[in-house]
């Protein structure tokens, strides 16, 4: 079955440590997806790649990088410089033509230490 | 300015009871897509029912449709016979034609009581 997986399901992060979320899609999609939670909120659009090699920074991308090197994969990683890293994180995908639903991944819960 | 507008943070509605989750949207652009989307409580997000600014009949999926009146830019979700497992956060959300992203709404969390 196609889908998007996320790794780990639960990430626990030392002060002054980065971490890297892994989100792998077989689906095929042009477009990815990284949004933030808090709990009780909405989704925050951290970053989106449109296309291999490309990415562009949403609404709160400050602490946060990502990279796009394959089509089927977006990695996060969460800086030292974000100082409020827990949250959970989901990762989504989309064709990018069209107005396409996104689909998303189980996400993963982030703590500190 | 909020793009999308969920007035009702939390629903309780009994069980079989029909229950419509409000949201309202804005957009200049004459192309839009329209989403609805369910998080129970282990957090994956779901995708429901989608409608299309150019369709001319609102969207069914089983259970859910969505009202659509385009000129009081609404896109209220309808769950009909109401189940326990419908519990959940629901979040309406808009792709604008001209954009490249998806805008979610703040959700509306829904408790069906036996």
């Known amino acids: 079955d196609g889908g998007i997986t996320q790794s780990p399901k639960y990430l626990f992060r030392k002060e002054g440590q980065n971490v890297t979320l892994s989100c792998e899609q077989n689906?095929?999609?042009?477009?990815m997806y990284w949004y933030r939670q808090d709990p009780g909120q909405g989704l925050r659009l951290i970053y989106y790649s449109q296309i291999v090699n490309d990415f562009q920074k949403g609404d709160i991308a400050e602490g946060y990088s990502v990279s796009r090197e394959k089509k089927e994969s977006f990695p996060l990683t969460v800086t030292s410089a974000q100082k409020n890293p827990t949250a959970f994180y989901l990762c989504?995908?989309?064709?990018?033509?069209?107005?396409?639903?996104?689909?998303f991944g189980d996400g993963t819960r982030l703590s500190i230490l | 300015a909020q793009k999308i507008t969920q007035t009702q943070p939390g629903m309780f509605v009994q069980e079989k009871e029909a229950v419509t989750l409000d949201c309202t949207y804005d957009t200049s652009d004459p192309s839009y897509g329209l989403f609805w989307y369910k998080q129970p409580s282990s957090g994956e997000m779901i995708f429901l029912i989608y409608q299309g600014s150019y369709d001319q009949q609102n969207a069914t999926e089983g259970r859910y449709s969505l009202n659509f009146q385009k000129a009081r830019k609404s896109a209220n979700l309808v769950i009909s016979a109401s189940q326990l497992g419908d519990s959940a956060m629901y979040f309406c959300a808009m792709r604008e034609g001209s954009g490249d992203k998806i805008i979610f709404g703040k959700g509306t969390r829904l408790h069906i009581l036996p």
């Open positions: 689906l095929n999609h042009d477009a």
């Open positions: 989504a995908s989309s064709r990018d033509r069209g107005l396409q639903p996104q689909h």
